[in-house]
C-alpha cells in the first residue's frame, strides 16, 4: 500500500492503479513506441551502475543551478529517468524523488537506486504526469523531451504539476544556433545516418554504433586532446565532439548509441526554447552559456 504522504500528491488515478512498486504499469503510451524500446535496449546495455562514469556529465548539467541549491524539503521529479544518474544525486539533497519513465529501463532505474530510500519509481509518461496539480517543487528533465512526439504537451504537463516559483531543470538539443556553416554540414550528414541507423534491429545497431565509436568518435577525442595540448582549448572546442575530450570511453560509447539510435529526434534554438516555455507559463527561463547546448532551468 502507499503511505499517506505519497498519496497526497499522486492523481487518483495512480492511488487507484496502485502504480508504485508494482507491476500494473501503465501500458498504454501515444508517442512514438519505437523511441521508447530502443532507450529501453540502450539503457540495459549502459546501466551507468557506477556514478563514475557521469561524473564529468554531471558537472556540465549542474552549472547554472547546481545541486547545492536544491532544498531539504523539497519533492522533485525526474522526467524520463533513464538509468538513474541524476536521482542518485539529487535525493540525498531533497525529501523525496519520482523517477518516471515510460520504457523498461525502469527496472535498471530500480535496481539501481535500490538503496536511496526517497527515491519512488513510477512507470508513467511525460505527457501525463501522475501528480496532482502545483504538487512539486522542482522537475528534471535532461535530455527527454525532445525524443518524444508532443513536446509541448509535456511542457504543460510539467508546468501543472510544479508548485509557484517551482524549477524546471532542462535538456534540449540544440539545433547549431550557435555553429558555423561547415559544423552543420558535418550534423546534416551525421543526421541522415542516424535515420538509417535507427532503423536497424537493435543487435545490428549497437555493433554499428560501437564501430561508429571507435573510428569517429575516438579519433575526434583524440585529435581535440592533442589540439588542446598544443595550441588550447579555444582552437580546440570548434572540433566536432570536442565536448567529449574529457569524458571516459564508456560515456563516448553510450552517448553514441544515443545519437545514432535513436528513432525520433527534435533540436531547438536558444530562441524556441524560450518561447516554448514562456508560452506554457513559465516566466523566466535561464541557459547556461556552457556544453551541453541547450541546458538551463525555468521557473513557473
Not at 564501430?211 to 585529435?223: A, D, E, K, R, S
Request: proline share 3%; glycine share 4%.
Amino acid at each position: 500500500m502507499l503511505d499517506k504522504s505519497t498519496n497526497s500528491i499522486l492523481s487518483e488515478y495512480v492511488i487507484k492503479n496502485e502504480l508504485i512498486h508494482s507491476s500494473h504499469f501503465v501500458e498504454k503510451y501515444t508517442g512514438s513506441a519505437k523511441t521508447i524500446y530502443s532507450f529501453g535496449d540502450e539503457w540495459l546495455k549502459f546501466n551507468h551502475n557506477s556514478l563514475d562514469y557521469s561524473e564529468t556529465a554531471a558537472s556540465e548539467y549542474f552549472d547554472i543551478f547546481t545541486l547545492n541549491q536544491l532544498k531539504k524539503d523539497w519533492t522533485v521529479i525526474d522526467v524520463g529517468c533513464g538509468t538513474g544518474r541524476w536521482a542518485r544525486r539529487i535525493a540525498p539533497k531533497v525529501r523525496t524523488l519520482y523517477g518516471i519513465e515510460q520504457s523498461s529501463a525502469i527496472n535498471t532505474f530500480i535496481q539501481n537506486t535500490k538503496d536511496n530510500s526517497n527515491i519512488i519509481p513510477i512507470k508513467a509518461f511525460a505527457e501525463r504526469l501522475p501528480f496532482i496539480d502545483s504538487s512539486i517543487d522542482l522537475a528534471l528533465s535532461y535530455g527527454v523531451l525532445h525524443h518524444i512526439v508532443d513536446t509541448e504537451k509535456a511542457i504543460k504537463e510539467i508546468n501543472r504539476v510544479l508548485k509557484e516559483k517551482g524549477v524546471f531543470l532542462f535538456y534540449f538539443y540544440y539545433n547549431l544556433d550557435n555553429r558555423s556553416y561547415f559544423y552543420k554540414l558535418i550534423f546534416n550528414i551525421s543526421n541522415l545516418m542516424r535515420r538509417i541507423i535507427s532503423k536497424f534491429p537493435n543487435p545490428i545497431k549497437n555493433l554499428t554504433c560501437e564501430i561508429l565509436t571507435i573510428f569517429i568518435y575516438l579519433p575526434l577525442v583524440l585529435f581535440t586532446n592533442t589540439i588542446i595540448k598544443f595550441f588550447g582549448s579555444k582552437l580546440a572546442m570548434k572540433v566536432p565532439l570536442s565536448s567529449y575530450y574529457n569524458k571516459p570511453f564508456y560515456i563516448l560509447r553510450n552517448d553514441c548509441r544515443d545519437r545514432f539510435g535513436t528513432p525520433l529526434e527534435k533540436r531547438y534554438s536558444k530562441e524556441e526554447i524560450k518561447q516554448l516555455l514562456n508560452k506554457n507559463n513559465f516566466s523566466e527561463v535561464f541557459f547556461s552559456n556552457n556544453v551541453p547546448y541547450w541546458h538551463g532551468y525555468a521557473i513557473k
